[in-house]
């Protein structure tokens, strides 16, 4: 390809409002195999289909997370839930990781990478059937087990107590905000991973309220927010009995709320 066909490229991707549109030239040509797949690439993704449903893949803490039509994208604020995990994990023992809401299996990856060479038992879970081949695909080779089904419910009972880091990546999007988010994840991304509810914690208040169960003692959950959804976080963390914090980036615009179950619960 020419440098004139590159920079028809970027100024087509411009004109469509890609802010990074030199970058993704250059990663839709070193992607297509032939000219009539480059056009074809190039149409969709002015048409607003994700640059990463085109590649195939998104780069996520230093990963290459394979993504597929119809799969979440990984957002780049979410490694915030992976930093914070890891920090976690340097206090304590971590035998067991769940990924709830596990979408592709970027944040269960990312954090068994991170937590290597101990050995980890990684489970993810989701309830929609795409992303859970999608993840399968990611996590097989690393051991990971992944399970379809609405939150807890997709999990083996074995793990009940024994959870050391329960990661989920809730959806947090008001249901009356959807028609505001851009194109690409609208019309793009399945509502089920965006759609959180009327205030859009509804499905981290029931991961909340069932969390402690599920938890081995001194066991975390993080559940990625809005930040104007820390007060609200930090009370259904409470109600489910855990003790609350709330963690925020401002680098990465980034919001997680973090439930710790105490480390001896009468009656276990």
């Known amino acids: 390809m020419t440098a004139s066909d590159t920079a028809d490229i970027t100024r087509r991707l411009r004109a469509a409002g890609c802010v990074f549109a ?9 992607a297509a195999t032939s000219d009539e797949e480059l056009a074809g690439l190039l149409a969709r993704r ?3 289909t994700p640059l990463e449903h085109l590649l195939g893949w998104v780069q996520f803490r230093g990963l290459r997370i394979g993504v597929r039509d119809g799969v979440f994208v990984p957002r780049q604020r979410s490694a915030l839930l992976v930093d914070e995990a890891l920090a976690l994990a340097a206090d304590r023992p971590v035998h067991t990781v769940v990924d709830l809401c596990c979408g592709s299996g970027a944040l269960g990856l990312a954090l068994l990478t ?3 060479p101990r050995p980890v038992e990684l489970v993810a879970a989701d309830i929609d059937p795409v992303a859970v081949a999608c993840a399968r695909d990611n996590l097989t ?14 999990l083996p009972d074995g793990l009940r ?29 399945p509502q089920v991973a965006l ?8 499905l981290a208040r029931r991961t909340a309220s069932a969390a402690t169960e599920w ?7 993080l559940i990625e927010i809005g930040v ?3 007060p609200a976080a930090t009370e259904l963390l409470t109600a489910g009995g855990l003790t609350a914090r709330i963690v925020r980036s401002p680098d990465l615009d980034a919001t997680v709320a973090v439930g710790r179950r105490p480390a001896a619960t009468s009656g276990r």
Do not use: C, K, W
Request: aromatic share 2%.
């Open 161 to 189: 107590g024994r959870i050391d880091i329960l990661l989920a990546n809730t959806p947090y999007v008001p249901s009356g905000q959807i028609a505001r988010l851009p194109p690409e994840a609208r019309e793009h991304e």
């Open 114 to 116: 991170g937590l290597r």
């Open 141 to 154: 080779a690393v051991g990971g087990r992944v399970h379809q089904g609405d939150l807890f419910d997709a």
């Open 195 to 202: 759609d959180g509810g009327p205030d859009g914690l509804a």
């Open 46 to 48: 002015i048409a607003g």
């Open 228 to 230: 104007d959804q820390m």
């Open 22 to 30: 030199e970058e993704e030239a250059r990663l839709l040509s070193d």
């Open 215 to 221: 938890l081995a003692p001194g066991g975390s959950l």
